[in-house]
T-cell receptor, first 115, second 110 residues
């Protein structure tokens, strides 16, 4: 059974940092590209970042470019999102999803950026 | 690429059809010949779920009452006969060009 489990969420002050993790199981992680999406409470969906199966290609949404870094460890079947210089508008549920067609999603982890 | 969905809200009657439109600000035809337009459903309190990918391909387990169509910049999701479990938000999303973008969502309610 394919499973994606996000962790690392919490409350952080503006300007702070957090690292999200996504533990994958039930499939051959190293052949799939992966993505992070987010959804602010009561708002629509937003794509955050993409990483290729070998980690060599990475893309970011305009709102997080230069502040967030996506990475993966295929030996640990894990996906990460390093979030720096967090802003109030980064408050959202963050989901990891399996590519290429985001057919499986985790349950999400909540990031709250507040002073 | 800006994605625009209509309507914003769609009151429906059980057993009746429903339709959601999605328009992109530029063609979603990729240089590889594919059009990376997907439809996602989000039920209340749940993460999103992809129903349709590449315009009209249903994922395994998606009821055949859901269908997608369109080309270029105009796309449609149709529900042939709405069931109670179809209540929720529906989003179109393009993955032809980075940054990937979503429509603002359409709420389907009974």
């Amino acid at each position: 059974e394919v499973q994606l489990v996000e962790s690392g969420g919490g409350i952080v002050q503006p300007g702070g940092s957090l690292r999200l993790s996504c533990a994958a199981s039930g499939f051959t992680f190293n052949i799939y590209e992966m993505n992070w999406f987010r959804q602010a409470p009561g708002k629509g969906l937003e794509w955050v970042s993409y990483i290729s199966n070998n980690g060599k290609s990475r893309y970011y949404g305009d709102s997080v470019k230069g502040r967030f870094t996506i990475s993966r460890d295929n030996a640990k079947n894990s996906l990460y999102l390093q979030m720096d210089d967090l802003r109030v508008e980064d408050t959202a549920f963050y989901y990891c999803a399996r590519g290429p067609f985001y057919d499986f999603w985790g349950q999400g982890t909540l990031i709250s950026v507040s002073s | 690429i800006v994605m625009t969905q209509t309507p914003v809200s769609s009151p429906v009657t059980l057993g009746q059809p429903a339709s959601i439109s999605c328009r992109s600000s530029q063609s979603l035809l990729h240089s590889d010949g594919n059009t990376y337009l997907s439809w996602l459903q989000q039920r209340p309190g749940q993460p999103p779920r992809v129903l349709i990918y590449k315009i009209s391909n249903r994922f395994s387990g998606v009821p055949d009452r859901f269908s997608g169509s369109g080309a270029g910049t105009d796309f449609t999701l149709k529900i042939s006969r709405v069931e109670a479990e179809d209540v929720g938000l529906y989003y179109c999303m393009q993955a032809t060009q980075f940054p990937w973008t979503f429509g603002q969502g359409t709420r389907v309610e009974i």
